[in-house]
Nanobody, 115 residues
């Protein structure tokens, strides 16, 4: 069965960095685009970044452009989100996502940016 397992979240000070990972299984990872979303308390889930199956094209929300980088390692079936220059407004639960006819989500990883 399809599984997406996020890791790498935590508490970080403003201006700090974190790298999130999403380990995928149960499907041919290298054939599918992957996405990172986030959901802050009391807010809608929002799309943060996308990457095509080969990693050749990436897209970002305006709020994270220039600070976050999405990448993937198809040999490891893993997608990453490098987050730099973190701000308190980046605090959220971060989820990875894949569309295989049906939308699959991981369980999420909490990122808290606070001094």
């Amino acid at each position: 069965q399809v599984q997406l397992v996020e890791s790498g979240g935590g508490l970080v000070q403003p201006g700090g960095s974190l790298r999130l990972s999403c380990a995928a299984s149960g499907f041919t990872f290298s054939r599918y685009a992957m996405k990172w979303y986030r959901q802050a308390p009391g807010k809608e889930r929002e799309l943060v970044a996308t990457i095509t199956s080969t990693g050749g094209t990436t897209n970002y929300a305006d709020s994270v452009k220039g600070r976050f980088t999405i990448s993937r390692d198809n040999a490891k079936n893993t997608v990453y989100l490098q987050m730099n220059s973190l701000k308190p407004e980046d605090t959220a639960v971060y989820y990875c996502n894949v569309l295989l006819g049906w939308v699959y989500w991981g369980q999420g990883t909490q990122v808290t940016v606070s001094s």
